[in-house]
T-cell receptor, first 113, second 113 residues
Framework: GDSVTQMEGPVTLSEEACLTI???????????LFWYVQYPGEGLQLLLK?????DKGSNKGFEATYRKETTSFHLEKGSVQVSDSAVYFC????????????FGQGTELSVKP | DTAVSQTPKYLVTQMGNDKSIKCEQN?????MYWYKQDSKKFLKIMFS???????INETVPNRFSPKSPDKAHLNLHINSLELGDSAVYFC????????????FGPGTRLTVL
């Protein structure tokens, strides 16, 4: 079945460090890919998305490129801030499956000053 | 303006009780969802409705019964609550049930004692 695998956390970085959170997927169809972020005590917010191969999603300094050949959608940021501390979820949605999102297990990021 | 709202935010109850969680969206979306987030933060879809019609039921026990009185509301009723039902429940909505972006509510933390 369809699935998403993320690198395990927690990830602890110092402010201004580079971030990469790996995400790979398995899908029977041709999925859209998403990164959602969950700040402490809150719901999920869409961070970025990509709907076809080689698309790059970007927002708030975060980027991820849809790589069909490696079935990956790694999240990157060049310089993290304390305010980026949150749990990050990679997810996919396959057309004709009722819109359901299939999530990875989440990666907790903690950024220290 | 709150886009997707849920009530209550916290719910503490005894095993065997029946409880409801309400969800409303003011985005004019056609599709609404319920997701369950367990203690390890893993998110899994439970149900989705499109224009008040059920389109996804992910093998959820029949103690869980969603009800959609109109396309702006999707409530979740749970009968005979069990310890394993303790989780955070998120409501979400999207324009339609393709692979569109989903907007999440703040979550309801259910604790069954």
């Amino acid at each position: 079945g369809d699935s998403v695998t993320q690198m395990e956390g927690p990830v602890t970085l110092s402010e201004e460090a580079c971030l990469t959170i790996n995400c790979t997927y398995t899908a029977t169809g041709y999925p859209s890919l998403f990164w959602y972020v969950q700040y402490p005590g809150e719901g999920l917010q869409l961070l970025l998305k990509a709907t076809k191969a080689d698309d790059k999603g970007s927002n708030k300094g975060f980027e991820a490129t849809y790589r069909k050949e490696t079935t990956s959608f790694h999240l990157e940021k060049g310089s993290v801030q304390v305010s980026d501390s949150a749990v990050y979820f990679c997810a996919l949605s396959v057309h004709n499956q009722g819109g359901k999102l299939i999530f990875g297990q989440g990666t907790e990021l903690s950024v220290k000053p | 303006d709150t886009a997707v709202s849920q009530t209550p935010k916290y719910l503490v109850t005894q095993m065997g009780n029946d409880k409801s969680i309400k969800c409303e969206q003011n985005l004019g979306h056609d599709t609404m969802y319920w997701y369950k987030q367990d203690s390890k933060k893993f998110l899994k879809i439970m149900f989705s409705y499109n224009n008040k019609e059920l389109i996804i039921n992910e093998t959820v026990p029949n103690r869980f019964s969603p009800k959609s009185p109109d396309k702006a509301h999707l409530n979740l009723h749970i009968n005979s609550l069990e310890l394993g039902d303790s989780a955070v429940y998120f409501c979400a909505s999207s324009q339609d049930f393709s692979t569109d972006t989903q907007y999440f509510g703040p979550g309801t933390r259910l604790t069954v004692l």
